[in-house]
Nanobody, 122 residues
Framework: QVQLVESGGGLVQAGGSLRLSCAASGRTFSTYTMGWFRQAPGKERESVAAISWSGSSTYYADSVKGRFTISRDNAKNTLYLQMNSLKPEDTAVYYC???????????????WGQGTQVTVSS
């Protein structure tokens, strides 16, 4: 298993940027395909982006494509999400989790970290 700690959220105006980080414990981080997920109030958790273990392949939800960039540093056991041109509808708690090999939109583990709150004001 891997323990996950998200950080970097905050309050930002529409059009602004934030960079989220996900620090993972354990030496197996580099073997996982990793993903970012988010959950807005009253809504189900949804997949935002995912990245292969090497960083060579990525996936983005249509709602964030062209605005968000997922990356990773395996030497630091850290996953990142650069979020630009933020919109009020991006407001949510953001989580990271490994994803399943067959479906990058699906979390591998059924446990979650505390997440990091992103609030975008209009």
């Amino acid at each position: 298993q891997v323990q996950l700690v998200e950080s970097g959220g905050g309050l930002v105006q529409a059009g602004g940027s934030l960079r989220l980080s996900c620090a993972a414990s354990g030496r197996t981080f580099s073997t996982y395909t990793m993903g970012w997920f988010r959950q807005a109030p009253g809504k189900e958790r949804e997949s935002v982006a995912a990245i292969s273990w090497s960083g060579s392949s990525t996936y983005y939800a249509d709602s964030v494509k062209g605005r968000f960039t997922i990356s990773r540093d395996n030497a630091k056991n850290t996953l990142y999400l650069q979020m630009n041109s933020l919109k009020p509808e991006d407001t949510a708690v953001y989580y990271c989790n490994p994803v399943t090999y067959s479906d990058w939109k699906r979390a591998y583990y059924d446990y979650w970290g505390q997440g990091t709150q992103v609030t975008v004001s209009s």
